[in-house]
């Protein structure tokens, strides 16, 4: 699915690594472990935080804290910005100028809304399905656990991708200059689990766990 660009997610800078397909949208977001939402409070001063966040079909879903003033203020509606992106690897060019990364990101508008009741506990599911796949016997959020959580959705109806893959683009003056210009690609992996310090009863990380450098982006 292809949608027409809209005024303030069309790219204007580099408009050729625009990508206007939905399933790139999700691909990024799908591959993203971090999103960075920004907002703006009633002096204009802005904030971005960080935050974990799982893609619910059209929506994004994130989670806070209830006391915190910046999700009070994303609740409440005020404007927003959620981006992610994942940097594949560091293209050297033969100038300072050209060289740049590889990379994969995704610019979201729009406003959040608060979920609530069975909504929000869905959610909270969802999230946890997202950031610990395969990890069953958790125990799940209690009432009080779940009163001091915030749980907000962001639809994915305005939206931007860039994707960067290429190779050093020189000016044609400095080919040859005597220096090395290529791609040095950056992968993602994870490690060997640590057993907690206090870890009881001489459990073994779950096959799940140990199936990530396969099974996640």
């Known amino acids: ?116 009741g069975n909504a929000k506990r869905e959610a909270l599911a969802l999230l946890g399905a997202r950031l610990l796949p395969g990890i069953d016997g958790r125990r799940p959020p209690s009432d009080q656990e779940v009163a001091a959580t915030a749980v907000l959705a962001l639809p994915l109806d305005e939206w931007s991708v860039k994707i960067a893959a290429g190779d050093p683009e020189d000016n044609p003056a400095d080919l040859d200059r005597p220096v090395w210009a290529g791609v040095i690609p950056l992968q993602h992996v994870w490690g060997e689990p640590i057993d907690a310090p206090d870890l009881l009863g001489g459990h073994t990380a779950p096959a799940a766990v140990l199936g990530w450098p396969q099974g996640r982006a």
Do not use: N, W
């Open 1 to 116: 699915m292809t949608r027409p660009p809209r005024t303030r997610t069309t790219v204007r800078r580099l408009p050729d690594k625009q990508v206007l397909d939905r399933s790139a949208l999700d691909a990024v977001l799908d591959a993203a472990l971090v999103v960075h939402v920004a907002v703006a409070d009633e002096t204009g001063q802005p904030f971005v935080l960080p935050l974990g966040f799982a893609r619910d079909r059209d929506r994004l879903i994130v989670h806070g804290s209830t006391a915190s003033r910046t999700f009070r203020l994303l609740a409440a509606g005020a404007p927003s910005c959620a981006t992610a992106t994942i940097v594949d690897g560091v293209v050297v060019a033969r100038s300072q100028f050209e060289s740049s990364y590889r990379y994969r990101s995704a610019m979201v508008l729009g406003t959040f809304e608060a979920l609530h």
